[in-house]
């Protein structure tokens, strides 16, 4: 069954740029979306089709996806961007999320 | 304002059978296909299920395939979740979801609005 890594934490200095992957086989050619998740509340997405952010979401959150390998990057970072964020996927009828990556910024 | 709200969890006996709900205001609800995603305290986002548009096609994961049952009523904008034969490992938060995009088909799309979401809790 298709799986997607991500690694389980990441730390970023605030103001510098924090950077997420999320692995798997031919990733690059499906779409991958992101999202962001504070302690309690619902997800949010914060880039799909690989890098189209919706509408309210900053523009120091951006994305890429290419051959195994999509990536979340996050310019400038905020302490309000210390979140869980989960890539997700398509492999066929079935949607998929990676395990999860806590940034923390310290 | 575009919102989904769902409704229907609780603490439930292992082999019970609950509805959970998600009720959609503020946008077409009948344009789009419409899922549901769990969260088991302190784990992962797990998608469980989609139903298209129109109600004609319904996918699931296979950890609640045969299990549970996704369905839509269009004139109420209302989505359902049927969940039979509960395991304690279906504890969690279920959320409902509704892609960026008005579409026909049910994958290729992110999950642009969440719900709340209604926590599940399978104890006996």
């Known amino acids: 069954s298709y799986e997607l890594t991500q690694p389980p934490s990441v730390s970023v200095s605030p103001g510098q740029t924090a950077s997420v992957t999320c692995s798997g086989d031919?990733?690059?050619?499906?779409?991958a979306s992101w999202y962001q998740q504070k302690p309690g509340q619902s997800p949010v997405l914060v880039i799909y089709?690989?890098?189209k952010r919706p509408s309210g979401i900053p523009e120091r959150f951006s994305g890429s996806n290419s051959g195994n390998t999509a990536t979340l990057t996050i310019s400038g970072t905020q302490a309000m961007d210390e979140a869980d964020y989960y890539c997700?996927?398509?492999?066929?009828?079935?949607?998929?999320f990676g395990g999860g990556t806590k940034v923390t910024v310290l | 304002q575009v919102q989904l709200v769902e409704s229907g969890g609780g603490v439930v006996q292992p082999g019970w059978s609950p509805r959970l709900s998600c009720a959609a205001s503020?946008?077409?609800?009948?344009?789009?296909?419409m899922h549901w995603v769990r969260q088991a305290p302190g784990k992962g986002l797990e998608w469980v299920a989609v139903?298209?548009?129109?109600?004609?096609?319904?996918y699931y994961a296979d950890s609640v395939k045969g299990r549970f049952t996704i369905s839509r009523d269009n004139s109420k904008n209302t989505l359902y979740l049927h969940m039979n034969s509960l395991r304690p490992e279906d504890t969690a938060m279920y959320y409902c979801?509704?892609?960026?995009?008005?579409?026909?088909?049910?994958?290729?799309?992110?999950?642009?609005?969440w719900g709340q979401g209604t926590m599940v809790t399978v104890s006996s």
């Open positions: 979801a509704r892609p960026t995009q008005i579409r026909k088909s049910v994958a290729g799309d992110g999950f642009a609005i």
């Open positions: 503020g946008f077409i609800f009948s344009s789009y296909p």
């Open positions: 139903i298209s548009y129109d109600g004609s096609n319904k």
């Open positions: 031919k990733l690059g050619d499906k779409y």
């Open positions: 089709q690989n890098s």
């Open positions: 997700q996927a398509w492999d066929s009828t079935t949607a998929l």
